[in-house]
């Protein structure tokens, strides 16, 4: 039957009976390659989309804090007030008080080495861990007016929860477009091997007379779209690599525009594009062959 | 002279002397959606026999030949190929049938991107043979039709009588057992017509069950002083057998 060996091997005779190309492998090369160029560039967005949901999700789901600020005199009961407080808060996984030394550190940037932290009225610091599903932050800001005045909740990290959602959907996108594009590819295949085999009906009935069976006279069909198909892509997928390599380097971690790139082994997946494109051919010649030529009985 | 040496195997079952008919029609009939062309057919096709099926233009004769090859399948009755009930076989089996049984097409049909050497090794190519391994045989075949110095030329460029006779070279090139022609002498001069009859007359000495389909009486006049032919004629939907009234 018309498997993937008898396709690789090479045939030259084989070739030979079906004419020439005509404009319907033009058309498949022209159509491959098209669609490969716009299927890097839907890989890069999903995948660049993907890398934005997981960091920003991380970042998301590490912490907020808690700043209290008061008399020193007061600090540690506000601080075991806010605590309590964050304990009994739905949503909130875990909350730890900042020792001495990771405020120094943190505040090393700015003031040097050496600062000492217990003289000053710097404010403390509380790192909240949320659970998945996360904590009302509106409701945890009314209660702490009551209990704790000194505290200032900064959830900075959350108003990207509606970003990584986004990111999320984009990448579902990306890949719904690859799938798309691949329909497509296999819709012109069809209709050109269609038009291919229509165009050579004369031919195909000599071949049948002469002893040809349907799986080779098929074959012939196949081979030819299938190498094109294969060529096509590889051309399309060169042209959208370089693309992807011409953007200006930007931060692949935290933008989608200037990240866009594809980063690592990320480079390595638009090379699965040709052969898909080919396996793509490959069935939509054989099954348009398989139905002209059981019509053409 | 053999044109068939080294061409497929030559002791099929039916090659042997088991006297097995080779084509056989019974209660035959044939319509193409009117009324019936043909009807009540019924005949054997012993191997190694020679007929000539006549009657006017647009008997049946080309239809009459579709249903021996399988081209084309009989409203009415059975049709045994080698045995094998026409009906029953599907399109690789007609397939492979086509390399047993070589037919000369009426119009020669052959592919006009290729040229004529290529076209004669059409059914070594389609049954996956390699051609290079069969050249000193095409080669024979073409001396054998007279055709050597025109190997190269496409078929648009050829005579009515070189179509011809490159028709009934690649109809021979599977070595088949039988060999159907369909007016082959149908747009080709008196010379060329008896150079033709001549070839055929030589495969049937070499065992090959001949049937030609013609309207053209004094080709049949002359092949008799040559050869035990019998000949059949459709007249009235029916077969007959035609006796010294020709
Ligand atoms: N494919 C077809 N469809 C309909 N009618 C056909 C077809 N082929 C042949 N015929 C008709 O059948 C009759 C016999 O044709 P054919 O077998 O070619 O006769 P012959 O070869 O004896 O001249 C003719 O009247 C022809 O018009
Ligand atoms: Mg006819």
Request: glycine share 8%; aromatic share 6%.
């Amino acid at each position: 039957m018309t498997d993937l060996s008898g396709l690789i091997q090479s045939d030259a005779a084989a070739d030979r009976v079906v004419p020439p190309a005509g404009f319907t492998v033009q058309l498949t090369l022209f159509s491959a390659g098209a669609m490969a160029f716009l299927a890097v560039f839907a890989l890069a967005l999903s995948l660049a989309a993907g890398r934005l949901a997981v960091h920003w999700g991380t970042e998301l789901a590490r912490s907020s804090t808690l700043r209290i600020s008061a008399h020193a005199e007061q600090m540690d009961t506000q601080v075991a007030a806010a605590l309590r407080v964050l304990e009994t808060t739905p949503g909130v996984e875990s909350a730890r008080a900042l020792d001495t030394t990771e405020q120094q550190a943190l505040l090393e940037p700015w003031f040097g080495p050496g600062l000492p932290i217990d003289m000053l009225p710097v404010p403390r610091l509380i790192e909240i861990l949320e659970t998945g599903a996360g904590y009302d932050a509106p409701g945890l800001r009314l209660r702490l007016q009551g209990e704790v005045p000194g505290a200032v909740l900064d959830d900075h990290t959350r108003y990207r929860r509606p970003l990584v959602s986004a990111a999320a959907h984009l990448r579902v996108l990306g890949w719904l477009s690859i799938l798309l594009i691949s329909g497509t590819l296999a819709a012109m295949v069809t209709l050109a091997a269609n038009a291919a085999l229509a165009a050579n009906s004369q031919v195909i009935g000599v071949l049948r007379l002469v002893g040809a069976t349907d799986a080779y006279i098929a074959r012939a069909f196949v081979r030819r779209f299938t190498l094109r198909a294969i060529t096509g892509a590889a051309v399309g997928m060169m042209l959208g690599l370089a693309g992807i390599w011409l953007l200006p380097e930007g931060d692949t971690a935290n933008d989608l525009l200037t990240g866009f790139a594809l980063t690592g082994w990320h480079w390595g997946l638009p090379v699965l594009i040709p052969p898909l494109a080919g396996a793509t051919a490959f069935l939509a010649t054989r099954a348009a062959a398989a139905r002209v030529l059981r019509g053409l009985a | 002279m053999n044109p068939t040496r080294g061409c497929g195997t030559t002791n099929r079952a039916n090659g042997v002397k088991g006297r097995q008919t080779v084509i056989e029609l019974e209660n035959v009939a044939y319509s193409y959606g009117g009324g019936e062309l043909l009807s009540d057919l019924s005949i054997k096709l012993a191997p190694g026999s020679f007929h000539f099926l006549t009657g006017p233009s647009g008997a049946g004769k080309s239809t009459f030949l579709k249903l021996c090859y399988a081209a084309l399948l009989p409203t009415a009755g059975q049709v045994r190929l080698f045995g094998a009930d026409a009906r029953t076989m599907d399109r690789t089996a007609v397939a492979l049938l086509r390399q047993r049984v070589g037919v000369v097409h009426q119009d020669c049909q052959f592919l006009d991107h290729l040229p004529l050497i290529e076209n004669v090794a059409l059914p070594l190519t389609v049954a996956g043979r390699n051609v290079a391994h069969e050249e000193a045989n095409l080669k024979d075949l073409l001396q054998w039709v007279g055709l050597t110095n025109r190997a190269s030329a496409l078929p648009p460029e050829l005579s009515g009588g070189e179509r011809q006779r490159a028709a009934l070279a690649r109809a021979v090139i599977m070595a088949p057992d039988v060999v159907l022609a369909d007016e082959p002498t149908g747009n080709i001069d008196w010379e060329m017509s008896q150079r033709l009859l001549q070839l055929l007359i030589e495969l049937n000495r070499m065992g090959k069950t001949i049937m030609v389909a013609t309207h053209d009486l004094s080709l049949i006049r002359a092949a008799k002083t040559q050869v035990q032919a019998r000949v059949l004629r459709i007249k009235n939907r029916r077969l007959q057998l035609a006796g010294a009234d020709l």
